[in-house]
């Protein structure tokens, strides 16, 4: 053999064992106990689940920045002052409802207690109107309750449902048979043909009463938070009336100034009377159903380590800071696992590949340790800096993402040393081999591939922050143990987090970053698997 060639390849071989062996002294400054010292901070009652855009969650940031800057990382957002700060900020926009209520006789009527709205109104100032009491509200062939009724520039108040003529046969179809008045949509129906009539608003009568009704509020009450979603751009609504106030019988008693057992025996004899009768309430019925843009203003934590002689490519490394707050109970989601795991591992990476910097092995290719917001309201910070990047995606080299590995779920109480990798084989086949590499020659966990199924249920792929890099054609791996009984509840806490299980896969995911950002060449996107 070529004598230079030998010499070559015995030198490359050194490089390599010495380039593995310095890792390791690196890797080895992730500790449990310093893991916990961090989630000990991180997922405190003091900041109040970390909800998004809250005072809780900006005490995060400002922790997590504090370290970075100890660690010698750099700045490279900019503040509104022009100086660099750690601080990407940015905007969610949330449109929900203001003041909403009903007045009767003087009586206030509280939303989402004593009545529900379907779909979506905005009247933002209060307004009076008169009341017709219209039957059921339907039109149809054989069966019109609108029949000698004026309910132009009025409030309609209306049964729910549809009239019987016994206990199992409807009026209109004649059978057991319900037509398109009665069900959960139904109402969108009656509302429309009461604006086609004239009518301004709707009342429904429910056909639930006590404590049934006080259930369907609260899971009414819990729908309408779809319209109250935060998103990232401002939302123009165009709320078109179609929509109703769905009352208990209290209230359509006080409406109508008769008892609740005439409203019931009225509801009775409707199927049986062919003549409908109409009652225009007595006095004054007022409402109010506000809809308000609120802002909600939060911020990414973006810390920079500049590469050597292949700083113009970056490896992000993210977490998310946020969990979701405060429940309706008053408990504290603490998310200690849900993302304090993988915001506390960001700082003990950051560490480590500081103290390889500062004895000269710092990385070629420079990194950005990334904490974004939003993730829980819909992963709105990943994606807004896919969308405002610090860095140049072309240049972006990967990103591996760390959410949720505290714990470990059912299918793993009896063998902890396991990690789930999503996405690492789906735009690199590099990638994967790099990692496949990395856990055998350093850690030796189960690498779980259960959930990179693209027929998996759980669509775990789409569901963190990784994504949002993963389909600019970035390569991904996202880290993960699985859900647990705590995921999203109150006792996702730190004394559960099994910090001795947590430490190898953030050493996994260090010795997957070494060689990602330390090897000749960048990694191909070779792949494109779903």
Same mark, same amino acid.
């Given at each position: 053999?070529?004598?230079?060639?030998?010499?070559?390849?015995?030198?490359?071989?050194?490089?390599?064992?010495?380039?593995?062996?310095?890792?390791?002294?690196?890797?080895?400054?992730?500790?449990? &106990?310093?893991?916990?010292?961090?989630?000990?901070?991180?997922?405190?009652?003091?900041?109040?689940?970390?909800?998004?855009?809250?005072?809780?969650?900006?005490?995060?940031?400002?922790?997590?920045?504090?370290?970075?800057?100890?660690?010698?990382?750099?700045?490279?957002?900019?503040?509104?002052?022009?100086?660099?700060?750690?601080?990407?900020?940015?905007?969610?926009?949330?449109?929900?409802?203001?003041?909403?209520?009903?007045?009767?006789?003087?009586?206030?009527?509280?939303?989402?207690?004593?009545?529900?709205?379907?779909?979506?109104?905005?009247?933002?100032?209060?307004?009076?109107?008169?009341?017709?009491?219209?039957?059921?509200?339907?039109?149809?062939?054989?069966?019109?309750?609108?029949?000698?009724?004026?309910?132009?520039?009025?409030?309609?108040?209306?049964?729910?449902?549809?009239?019987?003529?016994?206990?199992?046969?409807?009026?209109?179809?004649?059978?057991?048979?319900?037509?398109?008045?009665?069900?959960?949509?139904?109402?969108?129906?009656?509302?429309?043909?009461?604006? &086609?009539?004239?009518?301004?608003?709707?009342?429904? *009568?429910?056909?639930?009463?006590?404590?049934?009704?006080?259930?369907?509020?609260?899971?009414?009450?819990?729908?309408?938070?779809?319209?109250?979603?935060?998103?990232?751009?401002?939302?123009?609504?165009?709320?078109?009336?179609?929509?109703?106030?769905?009352?208990?019988?209290?209230?359509?008693?006080?409406?109508?100034?008769?008892?609740?057992?005439?409203?019931?025996?009225?509801?009775?004899?409707?199927?049986?009377?062919?003549?409908?009768?109409?009652?225009?309430?007595?006095?004054?019925?007022?409402?109010?159903?506000?809809?308000?843009?609120?802002?909600?203003?939060?911020?990414?934590?973006?810390?920079?380590?500049?590469?050597?002689?292949?700083?113009?490519?970056?490896?992000?490394?993210?977490?998310?800071?946020?969990?979701?707050?405060?429940?309706?109970?008053?408990?504290?989601?603490?998310?200690?696992?849900?993302?304090?795991?993988?915001?506390?591992?960001?700082?003990?990476?950051?560490?480590?590949?500081?103290?390889?910097?500062?004895?000269?092995?710092?990385?070629?290719?420079?990194?950005?340790?990334?904490?974004?917001?939003?993730?829980?309201?819909?992963?709105?910070?990943?994606?807004?800096?896919?969308?405002?990047?610090?860095?140049?995606?072309?240049?972006?080299?990967?990103?591996?993402?760390?959410?949720?590995?505290?714990?470990?779920?059912?299918?793993?109480?009896?063998?902890?040393?396991?990690?789930?990798? *999503?996405?690492?084989?789906?735009?690199?086949?590099?990638?994967?081999?790099?990692?496949?590499?990395?856990?055998?020659?350093?850690?030796?966990? &189960?690498?779980?591939?259960?959930?990179?199924?693209?027929?998996?249920?759980?669509?775990?792929?789409?569901?963190?922050?990784?994504?949002?890099?993963?389909?600019?054609? *970035?390569?991904?791996?996202?880290?993960?143990?699985?859900?647990?009984?705590?995921?999203?509840?109150?006792?996702?806490?730190?004394?559960?987090?099994?910090?001795?299980?947590?430490?190898?896969?953030?050493?996994?995911?260090?010795?997957?970053?070494?060689?990602?950002?330390?090897?000749?060449?960048?990694?191909?996107?070779?792949?494109?698997?779903?």
């Amino acid at each position: 053999m070529n004598k230079n060639l030998l010499a070559g390849i015995l030198l490359a071989f050194n490089t390599l064992t010495y380039a593995q062996d310095i890792s390791s002294k690196y890797a080895d400054s992730i500790t449990p &106990e310093d893991l916990k010292k961090h989630l000990t901070i991180i997922a405190a009652d003091s900041l109040e689940g970390r909800d998004t855009g809250s005072k809780g969650q900006k005490m995060a940031a400002a922790y997590v920045s504090k370290y970075f800057e100890q660690y010698g990382l750099k700045p490279i957002a900019t503040a509104a002052d022009g100086s660099r700060s750690f601080l990407q900020k940015y905007n969610l926009y949330k449109r929900t409802w203001g003041d909403v209520y009903v007045k009767i006789k003087g009586q206030k009527y509280a939303f989402n207690k004593d009545f529900y709205l379907n779909g979506l109104l905005d009247e933002p100032a209060e307004i009076e109107t008169s009341v017709v009491f219209a039957g059921y509200g339907i039109e149809d062939k054989t069966y019109n309750d609108y029949e000698n009724i004026d309910v132009r520039k009025k409030a309609i108040l209306i049964f729910d449902g549809e009239p019987k003529t016994g206990a199992d046969e409807y009026v209109l179809s004649g059978t057991s048979e319900k037509s398109k008045w009665s069900g959960p949509v139904s109402w969108r129906e009656k509302s429309k043909l009461a604006l &086609e009539k004239g009518a301004n608003y709707v009342f429904i *009568i429910s056909d639930k009463a006590g404590s049934e009704f006080d259930k369907e509020i609260r899971t009414r009450s819990a729908m309408s938070k779809r319209f109250s979603s935060p998103t990232l751009k401002a939302v123009q609504e165009n709320p078109n009336k179609i929509s109703s106030f769905v009352i208990s019988w209290e209230m359509a008693s006080q409406m109508l100034g008769i008892p609740v057992s005439k409203i019931e025996k009225m509801r009775r004899d409707f199927g049986k009377k062919s003549k409908k009768s109409s009652i225009e309430v007595k006095g004054e019925v007022a409402l109010k159903a506000e809809r308000k843009t609120e802002t909600i203003e939060t911020e990414n934590v973006a810390a920079f380590m500049e590469g050597t002689d292949k700083k113009e490519e970056v490896l992000v490394i993210s977490a998310h800071l946020d969990h979701i707050g405060i429940s309706e109970n008053g408990e504290i989601n603490n998310g200690a696992d849900d993302d304090g795991s993988g915001t506390v591992s960001l700082l003990e990476l950051a560490q480590a590949f500081s103290l390889a910097k500062a004895d000269g092995n710092g990385p070629r290719r420079s990194i950005l340790f990334l904490n974004v917001t939003g993730e829980e309201k819909g992963l709105f910070g990943s994606e807004y800096y896919s969308e405002n990047p610090l860095l140049p995606l072309k240049n972006t080299i990967a990103n591996l993402n760390i959410d949720m590995i505290g714990r470990v779920d059912v299918a793993h109480e009896k063998n902890h040393k396991y990690v789930y990798l *999503i996405g690492a084989d789906k735009l690199s086949s590099e990638l994967h081999a790099i990692s496949e590499e990395a856990n055998k020659k350093f850690i030796n966990y &189960e690498l779980n591939y259960t959930f990179n199924d693209p027929k998996d249920p759980n669509r775990f792929y789409y569901r963190s922050d990784h994504y949002n890099f993963a389909k600019m054609g *970035i390569p991904v791996i996202f880290y993960f143990t699985g859900v647990h009984e705590d995921y999203h509840r109150p006792g996702d806490d730190v004394e559960k987090i099994l910090f001795d299980k947590q430490a190898p896969i953030v050493k996994l995911v260090f010795h997957t970053a070494w060689e990602l950002v330390n090897r000749a060449q960048r990694i191909a996107v070779d792949s494109h698997k779903e």
